[in-house]
């Protein structure tokens, strides 16, 4: 049995106190993963939180399946500030990436079964000079990974893939593209037939404006970038169906139809999906030679520290790195 690798995320934020409560649910299980984080802040953060957390360094994420049971197994990385929660301190930066850079390490030489990472603060690295947009670009080329990597948020629910993702909605409009559309479907469906073991994934693909544009008098985009993006893809063998307005393809009735939906905006896929599911909700990376998974939320700095955060998503995220990972291995 190999470990998941667990990132530190922001040491500001809710990460400790989510891997300490995951630790508790999942200890008498079969699930084992390895913190890659400081052990120093994790023994304080269970002191004052009053969980009873025994922390244990190890070595090497081997040593860390045996022991899981009795002790949240840590493999070390040194923070350079004391963290405050609820603010981000660049100096810790190099601590965040580098339980990052340790942790995707692992996955790619075997010794993890995949990564999964806590919440990061983007300004926060920024500030230190960090030049990726987020972890999904970071993993990109930390991996060597080719051809597009997308963000799928997935619950037992819903599916959903943004094409434009981290954009203003205005600037999001104008670089969707065909193309972008049909890359993200063609990765979407390679990664639900090998990783999710759906033979024949439906994909259902959102129109942009209301009404899916009522036949172009509400805006032209469906007929002119996403129905040719559809006739390219079921040209691929692909059983795609749209363009579906967006105001009715989330009911229920309009889920069972299809096993992930291809929202062109980041809002159009993640609001559906929290507001469904937000408890469960879990971001995955299509397209990395490695199984990474987060939380569907961020580092909730205005209640980091006050013991009161939900570590469902992150348990969630757990749980499927390990389904994703036994059907790749």
């Not at 922001?10 to 999942?26: F, I």
């Not at 923070?79 to 981000?88: E, I, K, Q, T």
């Not at 990061?120 to 947009?133: D, E, H, Q």
């Not at 993006?229 to 393809?249: F, H, K, N, Y």
């Amino acid at each position: 049995m190999k470990p998941l690798a667990l990132t530190m995320g922001d040491p500001a934020g809710v990460g400790g106190e989510l891997t300490l409560r995951a630790w508790l649910a999942l200890r008498g299980g079969e699930l084992r993963f390895v913190a890659l984080d400081d052990p120093v802040r994790l023994d304080r953060l269970a002191r004052t939180m009053g969980l009873d957390v025994p922390i244990r360094t190890v070595a090497s994420a081997a040593e860390a399946v045996a022991g899981f049971p009795s002790a949240l197994p840590v493999l070390p990385v040194h923070l350079d500030a004391s963290p405050v929660p609820g603010r981000p301190d660049p100096a810790n930066a190099k601590a965040v990436i580098g339980s990052i850079e340790r942790a995707t390490r692992l996955a790619l030489d075997g010794e993890a079964a995949g990564v999964v990472t806590n919440p990061i603060n983007k300004a926060a690295l920024y500030r230190s000079g960090f030049a990726y947009p987020g972890h999904t670009e970071f993993l990109a080329a930390l991996t060597g990974a080719t051809g597009q990597q997308i963000m799928m948020l997935a619950s037992p629910m819903l599916r959903v893939v943004p094409v434009t993702v981290h954009a203003s909605l205005r600037d999001s409009i104008a670089m969707l593209t065909t193309e972008m559309i049909v890359a993200a479907a063609r990765t979407t469906a390679r990664a639900l037939r090998r990783e999710f073991g759906i033979a024949s994934p439906r994909l259902a693909i959102a129109g942009l404006n209301p009404h899916a544009g009522e036949q172009g008098a509400l805006g032209n985009e469906e007929s002119i970038l996403i129905q040719p993006a559809i006739e390219a893809l079921a040209a691929d063998g692909i059983d795609v169906s749209g363009p579906w307005p967006p105001d009715t393809m989330f009911t229920a009735k309009a889920r069972s139809r299809y096993d992930a939906a291809i929202c062109m905006y980041h809002d159009q896929a993640l609001i559906p999906l929290k507001t469904l599911d937000m408890d469960h909700g879990v971001n995955v990376t299509l397209g990395l030679p490695i199984v990474r998974t987060s939380p569907d939320h961020g580092t909730a700095f205005d209640i980091a520290g006050k013991g009161i955060a939900e570590p469902a998503s992150l348990i969630a995220a757990i749980g499927l790195a390990a389904e994703l990972a036994h059907r790749v291995a």
